[in-house]
């Protein structure tokens, strides 16, 4: 995104922001807290993300929380009462506010230990964190996460209005301001745009839409709507990462034409790559054992399952088509079926993908191909490979980036010797002049060779940062216009449509794609189009 572009976008959230009326704490006296100094924020989507999403913003009014799944939300209620009833811990970590930390130390740092007898393993310098990240954090004192929850659960909650359905929400309740959306992919554009629509604020988590079409769509109606809008991608928010592109920026390894970016995801965390639940005909004659006999039998042995009392199943399935329930979909394993989620490139590519985007400036690709293990088009498979292709930018040359997840991994390059690549995920640029490597979330950028990074030293502090590294609170006060927004829905749809243009060239049995982005579409396989939009079940519409 051009910095014009972003100038752009904050000033209309600056703009957006005036609308809410702020009174002045001294107009009512020392120590009050005008009602309109905070925010009525409705939460979409408790589980997991949406815990913690909310929990971050729970120094504003948590006003509603809407779950197609009762069950979950009244279980993630009953945990942040028992929370508060526990006695609190007044130490260090009781005094945190919570959040991710970064800035912190965990810029350089040693690199992997071996065991005894192990060659001497190289040092990074640990440059500690920026001067303009310990400046950002002066704005604002980090709110204390025990007494915000303790406020929200003896103050907030005995108010608050809870819902199954999102579109019941938005009709009936009218003191919302903004709405934090944390369902599952398939939901996230439809939740969205109908809020944006009522003017209400938005922050999605990543990846912020199932399709290239929801992308787009959303970035119009932000803009239509004048609204303060931001993804999940915490790590945007990051000092460390920021460090990264100060690096990238000052041409510390010169230009760069290629980038490799990996993360392990599925593995151990979700299952791909399995059949669908199916039970076999009662006449069907025993399957065979033979490759398509096993997966018949995998299919049958998972078995078949009632829907639990407190689960709106048809809400759960939304804009997607009609799949009988299973407890291998939900509440968390939706994200390995294409019906629902976006598989690991769809859930990590927004926090790795991010950074080389973001730093090269990088336009959509004009080159998409996907290769993978085997692909049943209903799971996602255990392991892909995405190629993309970008054009140049200005004097910036173009660049090749490949994606790989499932376990795989770029080459090594030489000059880590015998330290490993990180088997969690990470950055890789080769550069004209050297190589920089990044770790999930952009943490940890490091110059290659130790010895040049070290003797490179910090590079020339040229970007903001975001105060504590808060990125719910940096979108909480972009709405109050305090700060200027880090990952809004112009630059959020951009990253996701590269994102799903690498899932776009899987579903279309792994080919090899040409891309018009002005047209938005392939313009070497007409019938890969499809995967950019869905058709919606009756009753959802953007």
Wanted: with cysteine.
């Amino acid at each position: 995104m051009s910095d014009v572009s972003r100038r752009k976008f904050v000033q209309t959230a600056a703009v957006t922001g005036a609308a809410l009326t702020i009174v002045p704490r001294h107009v009512l006296g020392r120590g009050m807290q005008a009602p309109s100094d905070t925010v009525n924020i409705a939460t979409v989507g408790i589980n997991g993300m949406g815990a913690s999403n909310t929990q971050q913003v729970m120094s504003q009014n948590i006003v509603a929380i809407c779950d197609c799944d009762f069950g979950l939300l009244e279980r993630k209620l009953d945990d942040w009462k028992s929370t508060v009833a526990k006695p609190q811990d007044t130490g260090a970590a009781g005094r945190q506010g919570g959040g991710r930390q970064g800035g912190g130390g965990r810029q350089g740092g040693q690199g992997r230990q071996g065991g005894a007898g192990a060659p001497p393993q190289p040092t990074w310098q640990n440059f500690g964190p920026s001067a303009n990240q310990r400046s950002a954090n002066e704005k604002w004192a980090r709110p204390n996460s025990a007494d915000t929850l303790g406020r929200f659960v003896n103050d907030q909650l005995p108010r608050l209005k809870t819902y199954r359905d999102y579109r019941e929400m938005l009709e009936k309740q009218k003191d919302i301001d903004a709405v934090i959306v944390a369902t599952p992919d398939h939901m996230h554009a439809v939740i969205a745009s109908a809020a944006m629509e009522l003017g209400k604020h938005v922050y999605v988590q990543k990846p912020m839409c199932w399709s290239v079409h929801e992308a787009r769509h959303l970035a119009r109606k932000a803009v239509e709507k004048k609204v303060v809008t931001q993804m999940g991608n915490q790590g945007h928010s990051q000092d460390e990462a920021r460090r990264g592109q100060e690096y990238i920026m000052a041409g510390a390894i010169g230009e760069v034409r290629e980038v490799h970016v990996w993360t392990n995801r599925p593995l151990a965390f979700w299952p791909q790559g399995i059949p669908r639940p199916a039970q076999p005909a009662a006449d069907a004659p025993p399957p065979r054992w033979n490759n398509s006999g096993v997966v018949t039998r995998l299919a049958a042995a998972m078995g078949s399952y009632p829907v639990p009392d407190k689960l709106s199943w048809n809400l759960f399935l939304g804009v997607a088509p009609d799949v009988e329930y299973h407890p291998i979909y939900h509440p968390f394993n939706w994200r390995g079926w294409v019906d629902w989620g976006q598989g690991a490139l769809g859930d990590m590519g927004a926090h790795l993908i991010d950074h080389p985007v973001w730093a090269l400036r990088l336009g959509l690709p004009t080159m998409i191909e996907t290769v993978s293990t085997p692909f049943n088009n209903v799971s996602y498979p255990n392991a892909t490979m995405t190629h993309y292709e970008f054009a140049a930018r200005g004097n910036m040359p173009p660049v090749k980036l490949t994606w790989y997840d499932g376990g795989l991994l770029p080459s090594k390059p030489e000059e880590l010797g015998d330290e490993r690549l990180s088997g969690e995920g990470g950055i890789l640029y080769i550069g004209s002049k050297g190589k920089m490597l990044q770790n999930t979330y952009g943490a940890r950028p490091r110059l290659l060779p130790a010895e040049k990074h070290n003797q490179y030293g910090a590079p020339k502090e040229t970007m903001a940062r975001v105060p504590h590294e808060g990125h719910e609170m940096n979108w909480v006060n972009a709405i109050r216009s305090r700060d200027q927004i880090s990952c809004p829905f112009n630059y959020a749809a951009h990253l996701t449509e590269i994102m799903l243009l690498g899932v776009a060239s899987l579903r279309a049995n792994n080919a090899k794609l040409y891309y018009d982005s002005a047209k938005m579409e392939f313009t070497n396989n007409a019938g890969a189009n499809e995967f950019l939009s869905r058709v919606y079940r009756d009753g959802y519409s953007l």
